[in-house]
C-alpha cells in the first residue's frame, strides 16, 4: 500500500534553516510528480513546491521562492525521498508540511490518483 512519510520538522528562530524529508514509499510514485504543501491553522492547505519526476522541472509557491529547494532521491524503487530545503524561515513558514503526488498537468495541485495522505511534520518559526 502506498505510503507517506513526513519528517525534518521542527522549532526554529527567525532566519534559521530546516531540512524535510518525504518518504514515498510504493514504487506507483516514481511516474509522478512530487510536491510540498502546507496547512496553517485557520487555512486551506496549500502549495509550497513540486518537482517533475525525473527532477529536471521544479516549481515554487512565489512566497518561497528563492528560499526554499526541492529536490529528490529515486534510487530506491521502493522508496522514494522527496526533500525540502527551507533556508531563512519567517514566522509565515509556520504550517503543517505534508507531500503528496501532484498532478501532471498543473504541479499546484495535489493528483487525484492518491487519496492518501501523510501525517505531516509541524514547523514552527519563532520571531
Known amino acids: 500500500q502506498a505510503q507517506l512519510v513526513e519528517s525534518g520538522g521542527g522549532l526554529v528562530q527567525a532566519g534559521e534553516s530546516l531540512r524535510l524529508s518525504c518518504a514515498a514509499m510504493?514504487?506507483?510514485?516514481?511516474?509522478?510528480?512530487m510536491g510540498w504543501f502546507r496547512e496553517a491553522p485557520g487555512n486551506e492547505r496549500g502549495f509550497v513546491a513540486a518537482i517533475s519526476w525525473h527532477g529536471r522541472t521544479t516549481r515554487y509557491a512565489e512566497s518561497v521562492k528563492d528560499r526554499f529547494t526541492i529536490s529528490r532521491d529515486n534510487t530506491n524503487n521502493a522508496k522514494h525521498m522527496v526533500y525540502l530545503q527551507m533556508n531563512d524561515l519567517q514566522p509565515e513558514d509556520t504550517a503543517v508540511y505534508y507531500c503528496?503526488?501532484?498532478?501532471?498537468?498543473?504541479?499546484?495541485?495535489?493528483?487525484?490518483?492518491?487519496?492518501?495522505w501523510g501525517r505531516g511534520t509541524q514547523v514552527t518559526v519563532s520571531a
Open positions: 503528496h503526488p501532484v498532478r501532471s498537468g498543473n504541479y499546484e495541485e495535489p493528483s487525484g490518483d492518491f487519496d492518501v
Open positions: 510504493s514504487a506507483l510514485f516514481s511516474s509522478y510528480a
